[in-house]
């Protein structure tokens, strides 16, 4: 169970095939253009989100470095807020993956990643952010997507209040989840959202998703409109500084939200007691 498809993507680097959704048109820049997913949800405080089906259990049972290049173009929802996903990186099993969190095995912290697929694994890094990522793979194994960046396109008056709490400043709409721990920030993940399930059943027809779930907020990734094949890229994960060569960050080209590249630079001596996490920005 914890041997399947666990190597690196060879030839292709990692681009995946078509998604469920067929070839998109190229926009402006290479962009995804919005599609009638994006169109209903953006500017709605109460999403009608029943023109896309939220995702199966069955599309994160699979190794994670396939299920994160078929995230893109998919539909994050928490509560009021909504974003179509734009970069995402893979991270693999325990003993195998030495950026992996699961790599040294179980522990209290990370007990969510063994658990099923389709959860969501909330961590705190450095000390100040919140990082999330979704579970791959059957339950034991221990593997999951860390979510880096995507376009808000509903909610983002709260995720702009959010992102400028304290700070006296506007953030610029492509500023909004571009980066991990941003895009926790937009979303308003935290602690308490830890092994969360986001293939729950959806909220009903004409509920507030953000009165559902007892009030946490419903969390549900939707299928959205996967980006041609064409428009995907792949290359080494950012800031981690063991398993950087590994070509297991998906993005989609052109994207005004995708987060820059950059390679790890290791921790000052007075920074060593802090946690080694990969990079939240």
């Not at 914890?2 to 402006?28: H, K, N, Q, Y």
């Not at 734009?86 to 969190?101: I, K, M, R, S």
């Not at 064409?230 to 063991?242: F, Y």
């Not at 995708?258 to 920005?281: K, Q």
């Amino acid at each position: 169970m914890g041997e399947r498809g666990l190597t690196a993507p060879g030839g292709s680097g990692g681009r995946p095939s078509p998604g469920a959704g067929g070839a998109v048109p190229d926009g402006p820049g290479g962009r995804v253009p919005p599609g009638p997913v994006a169109a209903a949800l953006a500017g709605s405080g109460a999403h009608p989100l029943t023109g896309s089906a939220p995702l199966p259990r069955g599309f994160f049972d699979r190794p994670a470095h396939e299920v994160a290049p078929d995230l893109l173009g998919r539909v994050l929802v928490h509560g009021p807020v909504a974003l179509r996903l734009t970069e995402v990186e893979a991270y693999g099993l325990p003993g195998q993956d030495p950026a992996a969190h699961t790599y040294r095995g179980m522990t209290p912290r990370n007990a969510v990643m063994f658990g099923p697929p389709g959860h969501l694994y909330v961590y705190f890094t450095y000390g100040m952010h919140f990082c999330a990522n979704l579970v791959c793979l059957p339950e034991g194994t221990g593997s999951g997507v860390l979510l880096r960046a995507g376009e808000v396109i509903a909610g983002a008056e709260v995720a702009l209040a959010r992102r400028g709490a304290g700070t006296g400043r506007a953030v610029p709409g492509r500023e909004l989840a571009r980066g991990p721990a941003r895009l926790a920030v937009a979303l308003g993940f935290a602690r308490e959202d830890n092994g969360r399930d986001a293939c729950s059943p959806g909220a009903p027809d004409g509920a507030d998703p953000a009165a559902a779930r007892g009030g946490a907020g419903w969390l549900a990734v939707l299928e959205g409109e996967p980006p041609a094949p064409g428009l995907v890229r792949s290359g080494p994960r950012t800031g981690v500084s063991a398993g950087k060569e590994t070509p297991w960050r998906f993005w989609i080209d052109g994207d005004p939200t995708v987060s820059p590249y950059r390679v790890h630079v290791p921790r000052r001596p007075r920074d060593a007691a802090a946690p080694a996490d990969r990079r939240p920005e």
